[in-house]
């Protein structure tokens, strides 16, 4: 299918769509608010309750009812198969009773508020009331991305406005119904709301992008000019197709847990993008996106990241996804023979930390493909050989004795751990880049194999000196004799002891800087995860014993584990937005680990 948008769905409405590739967002929202011309008027994403599913495992074909007393709004949502076009179906069910004569004096409309962030963020945006070819349509611009937004039955009025100042919302809020209709803006944060009178309660919405505002109007004419249930359907079969190649679950998974699996599966395949072959964003979500204008996000790729995902695609059976990605990684890998912090889709660098396990883990991921990758999938005979020779000897070759001399040269200590804000030496780095050493001797002659072999086991040994704390107060509190550190200062690797202070980010100057034997973090996990100690090593259960007691928080759902105690990276207590400084939040990824 040729479509290159996008979506997310948060509180039951649209979120971020993202267009012409997997790392641009280019909308912030587009909700909805329910009014009746005569004083009633109700945001729906705030007051009406709100169910989302899926039409069936693994198909991300959203329906979402938001049910309030006055109203109940269902929403279909989609994408178009063939075109760069969000379809939304709305049903509007009024509750009054058929009786009310005010139910025919002031029926429900729909209002569609649309919050464009065209080209990377809200600011130097145009918005205008427009039409395409006679048919009405809001517009918006911002250099070569432009979007439009139609409806059929067309919108009785449209308006446009700056957000928190002239937008649908504050018209309703200071008027408590539709009063403004502008009909452009210049360059500023914009916003469009149209009205709609729908036809027997149901209405379809198609939001189009394209590089001119007119090629989206054009796409959006053109698919109000087809069925919502053809395209529905077509959306929905082509996900069913995916589902087919997926590998089957344990057959005694509970059904809850299936559906899981086969989300989880979806998910994945959602953040690949389909311009670049072979990347994959680490999410298709902005965290405290509405607090700044920074481009970034987790929708860029990280190498790290990235190899987890291909992991993922390998158990599920996914050869081609994986030799995309193994592809992907040996034209994006930097001469020196590191992958950068993360990047663009295309390989152009976003931050530019060093980060030593995003060179360790795609030397991992080739060095287990090569093998086969039957203990990842499962298979065997010709579905593991189909695995072995994903890409070329010459280009795997490469990139395999790249990446390990670039470890051997920069390691054992880390310009940033996997939190992406700490030097030193972490157990959660030393784990799997000794592991890739390892690896890269299999497939390495001579000198340089066993070179590796040597400095694996010269790093494997000294990771207690250089990260294991003994006969702290920590240490005593807890009736064990050590623990590893979350992360250690680099000094130590000239003498310096343990307790040198490293610095933490996301907490104020003033008590930014901690005795390393005073961090704990769940990071030592990982020692076991790529073989190094036993998980019945005694310093193992001790560490997990002190992190335990720090840092594991019980749930409604279950336990919960913070990533290391003083954690800031998090909202407010108040509940405000990070901003620089915050408490920590249990990370559902510790769960799993």
Same mark, same amino acid.
């Given at each position: 299918?040729?479509?290159?948008?996008?979506?997310?769905?948060?509180?039951?409405?649209?979120?971020?769509?993202?267009?012409?590739?997997?790392?641009?967002?280019?909308?912030?929202?587009?909700?909805?608010?329910?009014?009746?011309?005569?004083?009633?008027?109700?945001?729906?994403?705030?007051?009406?309750?709100?169910?989302?599913?899926?039409?069936?495992?693994?198909?991300?074909?959203?329906?979402?009812?938001?049910?309030?007393?006055?109203?109940?709004?269902?929403?279909?949502?989609?994408?178009?198969?063939?075109?760069?076009?969000?379809?939304?179906?709305?049903?509007?069910?009024?509750?009054?009773?058929?009786?009310?004569?005010?139910?025919?004096?002031?029926?429900?409309?729909?209002?569609?508020?649309?919050?464009?962030?065209?080209?990377?963020?809200?600011?130097?945006?145009?918005?205008?009331?427009?039409?395409?070819?006679?048919?009405?349509?809001?517009?918006?611009?911002?250099?070569?991305?432009?979007?439009?937004?139609?409806?059929?039955?067309?919108?009785?009025?449209?308006?446009?406005?700056?957000?928190?100042?002239?937008?649908?919302?504050?018209?309703?809020?200071?008027?408590?119904?539709?009063?403004?209709?502008?009909?452009?803006?210049?360059?500023?944060?914009?916003?469009?709301?149209?009205?709609?009178?729908?036809?027997?309660?149901?209405?379809?919405?198609?939001?189009?992008?394209?590089?001119?505002?007119?090629?989206?109007?054009?796409?959006?004419?053109?698919?109000?000019?087809?069925?919502?249930?053809?395209?529905?359907?077509?959306?929905?079969?082509?996900?069913?197709?995916?589902?087919?190649?997926?590998?089957?679950?344990?057959?005694?998974?509970?059904?809850?847990?299936?559906?899981?699996?086969?989300?989880?599966?979806?998910?994945?395949?959602?953040?690949?993008?389909?311009?670049?072959?072979?990347?994959?964003?680490?999410?298709?979500?902005?965290?405290?996106?509405?607090?700044?204008?920074?481009?970034?996000?987790?929708?860029?790729?990280?190498?790290?990241?990235?190899?987890?995902?291909?992991?993922?695609?390998?158990?599920?059976?996914?050869?081609?996804?994986?030799?995309?990605?193994?592809?992907?990684?040996?034209?994006?890998?930097?001469?020196?023979?590191?992958?950068?912090?993360?990047?663009?889709?295309?390989?152009?660098?976003?931050?530019?930390?060093?980060?030593?396990?995003?060179? *360790?883990? %795609?030397?991992? +991921? @080739? !060095? &287990?493909?090569?093998?086969?990758?039957?203990?990842?999938?499962? #298979?065997?005979?010709?579905?593991?050989?189909?695995?072995?020779?994903?890409?070329?000897?010459?280009?795997?070759?490469?990139?395999?004795?790249?990446?390990?001399?670039?470890?051997?040269?920069?390691?054992?200590?880390?310009?940033?751990?996997?939190?992406?804000?700490?030097?030193?030496?972490?157990?959660?780095?030393?784990?799997?880049?000794?592991?890739?050493?390892?690896?890269?001797?299999?497939?390495?002659?001579?000198?340089?194999?066993?070179?590796?072999?040597?400095?694996?086991?010269?790093?494997?040994?000294?990771?207690?000196?250089?990260?294991?704390?003994?006969?702290?107060?920590?240490?005593?509190?807890?009736?064990?004799?050590?623990?590893?550190?979350?992360? *250690?200062? %680099?000094?130590? +690797? @000239? !003498? &310096?002891?343990?307790?040198?202070?490293?610095?933490?980010?996301? #907490?104020?100057?003033?008590?930014?800087?901690?005795?390393?034997?005073?961090?704990?973090?769940?990071?030592?996990?990982?020692?076991?995860?790529?073989?190094?100690?036993?998980?019945?090593?005694?310093?193992?259960?001790?560490?997990?014993?002190?992190?335990?007691?720090?840092?594991?928080?019980?749930?409604?759902?279950?336990?919960?584990?913070?990533?290391?105690?003083?954690?800031?990276?998090?909202?407010?207590?108040?509940?405000?937005?990070?901003?620089?400084?915050?408490?920590?939040?249990?990370?559902?990824?510790?769960?799993?680990?």
């Amino acid at each position: 299918y040729s479509s290159r948008v996008w979506f997310t769905v948060g509180q039951g409405v649209l979120n971020e769509v993202y267009w012409p590739r997997v790392d641009r967002p280019q909308i912030r929202d587009l909700g909805f608010i329910v009014a009746d011309g005569a004083g009633f008027w109700s945001e729906v994403r705030r007051d009406a309750s709100h169910e989302v599913h899926h039409e069936a495992q693994g198909v991300p074909a959203i329906t979402a009812v938001h049910n309030h007393a006055r109203y109940q709004l269902t929403l279909r949502i989609c994408a178009d198969d063939h075109a760069d076009v969000i379809r939304i179906e709305a049903r509007l069910e009024d509750r009054r009773d058929h009786a009310d004569p005010e139910r025919a004096a002031h029926p429900l409309r729909l209002y569609p508020l649309l919050a464009p962030h065209l080209g990377f963020g809200g600011f130097g945006g145009h918005a205008w009331a427009g039409t395409y070819k006679g048919r009405a349509m809001l517009f918006a611009q911002k250099g070569p991305w432009s979007l439009a937004m139609a409806s059929d039955p067309g919108p009785v009025r449209q308006s446009v406005g700056y957000v928190g100042t002239s937008d649908g919302w504050q018209d309703f809020d200071a008027n408590g119904a539709m009063t403004w209709t502008f009909d452009h803006t210049d360059a500023g944060n914009v916003a469009g709301m149209t009205e709609i009178a729908l036809d027997g309660g149901v209405a379809q919405l198609a939001l189009a992008f394209g590089a001119r505002p007119d090629q989206a109007g054009l796409e959006a004419c053109a698919a109000l000019a087809g069925h919502f249930e053809a395209a529905w359907e077509e959306y929905v079969s082509n996900w069913q197709g995916f589902v087919r190649t997926v590998v089957d679950p344990p057959a005694d998974l509970p059904e809850e847990d299936r559906d899981l699996y086969m989300t989880s599966a979806a998910v994945l395949r959602t953040l690949q993008d389909r311009t670049l072959p072979g990347a994959t964003v680490a999410s298709l979500s902005i965290p405290w996106g509405n607090t700044s204008n920074d481009t970034g996000g987790y929708h860029l790729v990280w190498s790290r990241d990235l190899v987890e995902s291909a992991g993922a695609f390998v158990a599920l059976g996914a050869e081609a996804a994986a030799r995309r990605t193994l592809a992907y990684l040996v034209a994006s890998q930097e001469s020196d023979g590191h992958w950068p912090q993360n990047q663009w889709v295309d390989g152009d660098s976003y931050w530019n930390g060093m980060q030593l396990d995003e060179s *360790a883990y %795609p030397l991992l +991921l @080739a !060095g &287990a493909l090569r093998g086969g990758a039957s203990h990842m999938h499962g #298979r065997k005979g010709r579905h593991a050989a189909a695995f072995e020779h994903l890409v070329t000897d010459t280009a795997l070759d490469g990139m395999i004795a790249c990446a390990a001399g670039f470890i051997a040269r920069t390691g054992p200590a880390t310009g940033q751990d996997r939190w992406e804000e700490t030097a030193g030496l972490c157990p959660s780095t030393l784990a799997p880049v000794v592991a890739a050493l390892v690896v890269a001797a299999d497939h390495l002659s001579g000198p340089a194999a066993a070179y590796c072999l040597e400095l694996a086991d010269d790093w494997n040994s000294s990771i207690e000196d250089w990260t294991y704390a003994r006969g702290t107060k920590l240490a005593r509190d807890h009736g064990v004799d050590g623990y590893y550190v979350r992360i *250690a200062s %680099p000094d130590v +690797l @000239a !003498g &310096a002891p343990l307790s040198t202070p490293v610095t933490v980010r996301n #907490r104020p100057p003033e008590t930014s800087l901690v005795p390393a034997d005073e961090l704990v973090g769940t990071d030592f996990l990982a020692l076991v995860r790529f073989g190094l100690r036993l998980p019945d090593d005694p310093r193992i259960l001790s560490s997990l014993k002190v992190a335990d007691a720090l840092l594991r928080t019980e749930t409604p759902s279950g336990p919960v584990w913070h990533r290391y105690n003083g954690d800031g990276y998090g909202e407010h207590e108040d509940g405000s937005a990070y901003d620089g400084t915050g408490i920590g939040r249990g990370w559902p990824i510790l769960v799993g680990e």
